[in-house]
């Protein structure tokens, strides 16, 4: 335990001052700010999201099966789920400032013709959409990036071993399969200071092995859609996976499925 973080345990909160007033439901009350607008709604999607496949249920072709139908998606997230997500968006906006000043990024236009590093990445067969969130000029090359943020302790984690977290690099695989780059990059900032770190990711057979697989998979579940064979599941209702599934309710209530697809292939970084 740091001295600080022992010396934050050890002080006693001070009783307010007699003139105060109450204000224990106000953070609630901000906190409800969070949810406004939020909660579940139908959304049908039309094509396989790079951010979504590499985790829980996105892994699931039941899951993608129903999303092409279009379903109630609940919503999981609690305020600060939500708080975090939006910091994580603010972050990007930034970062990608400070890249378009620097010049290191290509400039794009968003549908506002504001300037943007963003880019649509787009891919038929099988269909993907996803947002790039950078296209480096680095040493007459160009490079795929890709921004996260995360906490310290994972921050200090990928510092140390030099290695992504398996779910940001397939997205970055992925997205560099449909651009045809062999090289990406996956730029971390560390939430409480904001310092960068920079890993990169080059194309190996191993890594094409298991891209390939990851596209036949996607076309192996659209197919599925297209022909109306639901496929099984492929997990106990009280697993971790289904538990955190935006479409659960409908999964339980659409049936035992008429064939067996076999769930993603996950990304062994070991090999
Ligand atoms: S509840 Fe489980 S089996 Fe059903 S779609 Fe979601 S992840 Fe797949």
């Not at 001052?17 to 709604?41: A, C, N």
Request: aromatic fraction near 10%; charge should be neutral; include cysteine.
């Amino acid at each position: 335990m740091t001295k600080n973080l022992l010396k934050s345990i050890m002080i006693k909160p001070e009783p307010l001052p007699e003139d105060s007033f109450d204000t224990t439901e106000m953070v609630q009350k901000i906190q409800s700010g969070y949810l406004e607008g939020r909660g579940p709604k139908h959304t049908q999607k039309k094509t396989f999201a790079p951010s979504t496949i590499a985790y829980g249920h996105g892994e699931c072709p039941r899951y993608w099966y129903l999303a092409f139908d279009g379903q109630t998606f609940e919503d999981n997230n609690d305020a600060y789920g939500v708080a975090n997500m939006t910091a994580g968006t603010k972050s990007h906006d930034r970062i990608q400032d400070a890249m378009m000043a620097s010049g290191i990024a290509e400039i794009f236009r968003d549908a506002n013709d504001n300037p943007t590093t963003e880019f649509k990445i787009v891919n038929q067969d099988p269909p993907i959409f996803g947002y790039g969130d950078a296209m480096l000029n680095w040493q007459d090359e160009q490079i795929v990036g890709e921004i996260k943020t995360m906490m310290s302790e994972g921050f200090e984690y990928r510092k140390a071993k030099r290695k992504p977290k398996t779910g940001h690099l397939i997205q970055l695989l992925i997205y560099m399969k449909i651009l045809k780059k062999s090289k990406g990059v996956l730029i971390y900032e560390n939430k409480n200071n904001h310092e960068l770190l920079v890993l990169p990711v080059t194309v190996n057979d191993h890594y094409r092995r298991w891209v390939d697989q990851a596209f036949d998979w996607m076309r192996e579940v659209r197919r599925a859609w297209v022909d109306r064979t639901l496929p099984k599941k492929n997990y106990r209702a009280n697993s971790k996976i289904c538990k955190s599934c935006p479409v659960q309710k409908a999964c339980a209530s659409a049936g035992e499925g008429d064939l067996k697809v076999k769930s993603l292939e996950s990304l062994d970084e070991e090999l």
